[in-house]
């Protein structure tokens, strides 16, 4: 998620957009001259710009197409140091070994959806510009219209009380069953006044659709199995010593960044009155961050998107790499489409 802004003339000229905690992942992320450094959520290229400014290189990976394309610019002013990949970043270890790194020096992911995909009313991220019920971060894939017109009641509300933490979704999903009897729903504006109808105006300032529109992008993408899966990603190919910075948006996010590093950093397990505490795996990361590093004020009042955001970041251990155990790291179960 991205930030109105530019942190300067670096390769490419002024950034477009900078990253929220651009400052402070930088801290973490520590990158250097020679290192090689992936960039898991490459969006207007906030990080990259910053990591090549600091004279490493950077493989960029992003779902969105046309955010590779606006990319092509800082690519050829990088002297080789950037590479482009369209791609998931949960795919990312992979992608590294075929350009030919076995392991890097660090990873850096800005989770959810950028400012610039919100902003483009035909993606249908949005129902502040009225668009087509997409929702998809690349081009291809199930969209946000397939969901609400043809699926069951039961599971649109399993769907909207999960990923939307909405606990009017049952009434939000027996209107959207209804409304769909008279025709499909095709645009984010007919689905935000349905919402808006079954639901009312609250008195804050937050529209009654914006956990429902929340909770079809997380599933239309599968975000949160491709955040667990780009973090055991990272695990995998992060040398001894190379760092993991994760900036998330929403608590759904951040709780599976918490207990994924958790985890990975514990050396005891069962410390309570009532079991004998026990020796654990070998950590694989030690932890940089005892919880979050939040926002500034001042960040918060130049961009209000920036409010929600949380910093985590961890070192690797010399320790193997563990399988991944998506619900103990609290990849919720969802229903089948």
Same mark, same amino acid.
């Given at each position: 998620?991205?930030?109105? &802004?530019?942190?300067?003339?670096?390769?490419?000229?002024?950034?477009?957009?900078?990253?929220?905690?651009?400052?402070?992942? =930088?801290?973490?992320?520590?990158?250097?001259?020679? *290192?090689?450094?992936?960039? &898991?959520?490459?969006?207007?290229?906030?990080?990259?710009?910053?990591?090549?400014?600091?004279?490493?290189?950077?493989?960029?990976?992003?779902?969105?197409?046309?955010?590779?394309?606006?990319?092509?610019?800082?690519?050829?002013?990088? &002297?080789?140091?950037?590479?482009?990949?369209? /791609?998931?970043?949960? *795919?990312?270890?992979?992608?590294?070994? #075929?350009?030919?790194?076995?392991?890097?020096?660090?990873?850096? =992911?800005?989770?959810?959806?950028?400012?610039?995909?919100?902003?483009?009313?035909?993606?249908?991220?949005?129902?502040?510009?009225?668009?087509?019920?997409?929702?998809?971060?690349?081009?291809? /894939?199930?969209?946000?219209?397939?969901?609400?017109?043809? =699926?069951?009641? %039961?599971?649109?509300?399993?769907?909207?009380?999960?990923?939307?933490?909405?606990?009017?979704?049952?009434?939000?999903?027996?209107?959207?069953? %209804?409304?769909?009897?008279?025709?499909?729903?095709?645009?984010?504006?007919?689905?935000?006044?349905?919402?808006?109808?079954?639901?009312?105006?609250?008195?804050?300032?937050?529209?009654?659709?914006?956990?429902?529109?929340?909770?079809?992008?997380?599933?239309?993408?599968?975000?949160?199995?491709?955040?667990?899966?780009?973090?055991?990603?990272?695990?995998?190919?992060?040398?001894?010593?190379?760092?993991?910075?994760?900036?998330?948006?929403?608590?759904?996010?951040?709780?599976?960044?918490?207990?994924?590093?958790?985890?990975?950093?514990?050396?005891?397990?069962?410390?309570?009155?009532?079991?004998?505490?026990?020796?654990?795996?070998?950590?694989?990361?030690?932890?940089?961050?005892?919880?979050?590093?939040?926002?500034?004020? #001042?960040?918060?009042?130049?961009?209000?998107?920036?409010?929600?955001?949380?910093?985590?970041?961890?070192?690797?251990?010399?320790?193997?790499?563990?399988?991944?155990?998506?619900?103990?790291?609290?990849?919720?179960?969802?229903?089948?489409?």
């Amino acid at each position: 998620m991205s930030t109105g &802004g530019d942190m300067g003339n670096v390769a490419g000229g002024p950034a477009r957009h900078v990253p929220v905690l651009l400052e402070e992942a =930088m801290r973490y992320l520590a990158p250097a001259a020679g *290192d090689v450094i992936i960039d &898991g959520t490459f969006g207007a290229g906030g990080y990259s710009r910053a990591i090549l400014a600091a004279g490493a290189s950077v493989v960029a990976i992003d779902r969105d197409p046309s955010a590779i394309d606006a990319g092509a610019a800082l690519a050829d002013a990088s &002297g080789g140091r950037l590479t482009l990949v369209e /791609g998931r970043f949960s *795919d990312l270890d992979a992608i590294a070994a #075929d350009l030919g790194h076995a392991r890097v020096d660090g990873v850096v =992911m800005d989770i959810g959806v950028s400012s610039m995909q919100f902003d483009q009313a035909e993606r249908g991220f949005s129902f502040r510009f009225d668009g087509p019920l997409d929702m998809r971060m690349g081009i291809d /894939g199930l969209t946000a219209r397939e969901v609400v017109n043809h =699926m069951e009641m %039961r599971d649109l509300a399993r769907i909207i009380a999960v990923l939307g933490e909405d606990h009017r979704a049952r009434a939000v999903a027996a209107a959207i069953v %209804r409304a769909r009897e008279a025709g499909p729903i095709e645009t984010t504006a007919q689905l935000a006044a349905i919402v808006e109808r079954a639901i009312g105006r609250a008195t804050d300032t937050i529209h009654p659709a914006t956990r429902t529109f929340q909770a079809l992008r997380i599933f239309v993408n599968r975000e949160l199995d491709e955040l667990a899966d780009a973090l055991a990603a990272s695990e995998r190919v992060l040398a001894e010593g190379g760092r993991l910075v994760v900036v998330a948006f929403h608590s759904l996010e951040d709780r599976i960044v918490k207990r994924f590093l958790a985890d990975r950093s514990a050396t005891r397990s069962g410390d309570s009155r009532h079991a004998p505490a026990r020796e654990v795996a070998a950590p694989t990361f030690e932890l940089l961050v005892r919880g979050t590093v939040d926002p500034s004020g #001042d960040e918060i009042r130049i961009n209000p998107r920036a409010r929600s955001a949380r910093l985590r970041a961890a070192r690797r251990t010399a320790a193997p790499p563990r399988p991944l155990d998506r619900a103990a790291v609290g990849v919720p179960s969802l229903p089948e489409y």
